[in-house]
């Protein structure tokens, strides 16, 4: 039976900068992976003509995810920055309801302690939506960084226990981070092309490899 992957992100992009990589050599590897975003991502910025700005990122999404042939994408739009106005059981019915249709058997989200409110929401739906019941589909979890979220938070706490070689597939991680043009900075921003190639390179310099994407696993049956 084929392995099913879920992507659980707060916002467009978080997912590629968090484990594009790793769900590209599973997906080469046979595995099935779908995304989730929750949020619309771009009010809280006070954007000009927001409906435009809106309706580009939504292209960006689907441009995105198709470079590493992701099955389907689901998009919700909790308000950007603000999922704490938002009462935590809606966003968790939508994450349960999802993963009820998909059935996977790993899920990929956020860090319980990053700077942004919105993926700290996420993680929290995310634990509550798999709980270890005996019948539950989830039996890996893990928490992926975001640079520009995780790695701006202080004190630092991020310490990843599972360390995935994507040196086969950095490039493809980069050319769907290409897509989000709309949220791509210049360097040194580490939101930029070359700040994830670093950061790669980073987290592979900790383990012995060219290029790696760290995660903290939540929970793990075997």
């Known amino acids: 039976m ?8 707060a916002h467009p992009d978080d997912e590629v900068l968090g484990c594009f990589g790793m769900v590209a050599r599973l997906i080469k590897e046979g595995y099935e992976a779908y995304t989730l975003i929750l949020g619309e991502g771009k009010t809280s910025r006070d954007e000009k003509n927001i409906k435009n700005e809106l309706e580009i990122l939504n292209s960006e999404i689907k441009k995105a995810n198709e470079v590493i042939g992701i099955k389907k994408v689901f998009i919700e739009q909790f308000p950007d920055n603000k999922f704490d106005s938002v009462p935590l059981l809606d966003i968790v019915k939508v994450v349960a309801k999802i993963k009820d249709e998909i ?4 899920i990929f989200t956020h860090y319980e302690k990053d700077l942004n ?25 893990y ?22 070689d994507i040196s086969d597939t950095l490039d493809l991680k980069i050319e769907a981070m290409k897509k989000y043009n709309s949220e791509l900075r210049e360097y040194p921003h580490p939101r930029s092309l070359e700040g994830i190639e670093l950061n790669a390179k980073y987290q592979g310099m900790r383990v012995g490899k060219k290029y790696v994407e760290a995660f903290k696993s939540v929970r793990v049956i075997k």
């Open 143 to 164: 928490s992926f960084e975001i640079l520009s979220s995780t790695e701006w938070n202080y004190p630092l706490s991020f310490s990843p226990d599972f360390f995935f």
């Open 103 to 106: 059935k996977p058997d790993i």
């Open 2 to 9: 084929t392995k099913k992957i879920l992507i659980v992100a």
């Open 117 to 141: 409110i919105d993926h700290q929401i996420t993680y929290q739906a995310v634990i509550t939506a798999t709980r270890p019941m005996e019948d539950e589909c989830v039996k890996e979890i």
